[in-house]
T-cell receptor, first 111, second 114 residues
């Protein structure tokens, strides 16, 4: 059974600092891994998707890495801004097209 | 671009009542999913349908039933609602392919059972 864990559950940083969010999964036989952002009371916004054959994916200030063999992904957000405050969720897609989520990391960027 | 559409957006039920949450996608995706999200938690998979005609249980299926009506629509039914089913429900869809196949989500249904 695939289990996805995100540590820490919450993170508070001053504006300008780089954010490092972690996601680990127990079964390395994945199709892909997707990072989402969720604002309070809202739906999910897809940030980045990394295929199982890729090592990293970049979009603007966001960079996500994937180490499939060790079951880990890291989302880096450079030069954080108060607008980056949100909950960040990772999800892995595996056999049967099943999509499993981690518990999320709640981020607060203080001005 | 409608994407994934969920109805209703909000619902209040009394304990024991039944209701069906509707989900439709217009992206010709094979796979569809139902999740619930409780305060401060991630998304937990209730049921999913890898392709039209198939459905499988996720982590928390008890108290729910699903119907994959056709390729576009995947409904979630609560036969006898309980306060423990108070949650936000999300529907999602994705192509049935490995690799670069992004999942897309609806805006959620906020359900309160009193």
């Amino acid at each position: 059974k695939q289990e996805v864990t995100q540590i820490p559950a919450a993170l508070s940083v001053p504006e300008g600092e780089n954010l490092v969010l972690n996601c680990s999964f127990t079964d390395s036989a994945i199709y892909n891994l997707q990072w989402f952002r969720q604002d309070p009371g809202k739906g999910l916004t897809s940030l980045l998707l990394i295929q199982s054959s890729q090592r990293e994916q970049t979009s603007g200030r966001l960079n996500a890495s994937l180490d499939k063999s060790s079951g880990r992904s890291t989302l880096y957000i450079a030069a954080s801004q108060p607008g980056d405050s949100a909950t960040y969720l990772c999800a892995v897609k595996a056999a049967g097209n099943k999509l499993t989520f981690g518990g999320g990391t709640r981020v607060l960027v203080k001005p | 671009n409608a994407g994934v559409t969920q109805t209703p957006k909000f619902q209040v039920l009394k304990t024991g009542q039944s209701m069906t949450l509707q989900c439709a996608q217009d992206m010709n995706h094979n796979s569809m999913y139902w999740y619930r999200q409780d305060p401060g938690m991630g998304l937990r998979l209730i049921y999913y349908s890898a392709s039209e005609g198939t459905t499988d249980k996720g982590e928390v299926p008890n108290g729910y039933n699903v119907s994959r009506l056709n390729k576009r629509e995947f409904s979630l039914r609560l036969e006898s609602a309980a306060p423990s089913q108070t949650s936000v429900y999300f529907c999602a869809s994705s192509p049935m392919k490995a690799g670069h196949t992004e999942a897309f989500f609806g805006q959620g249904t906020r359900l309160t059972v009193v």
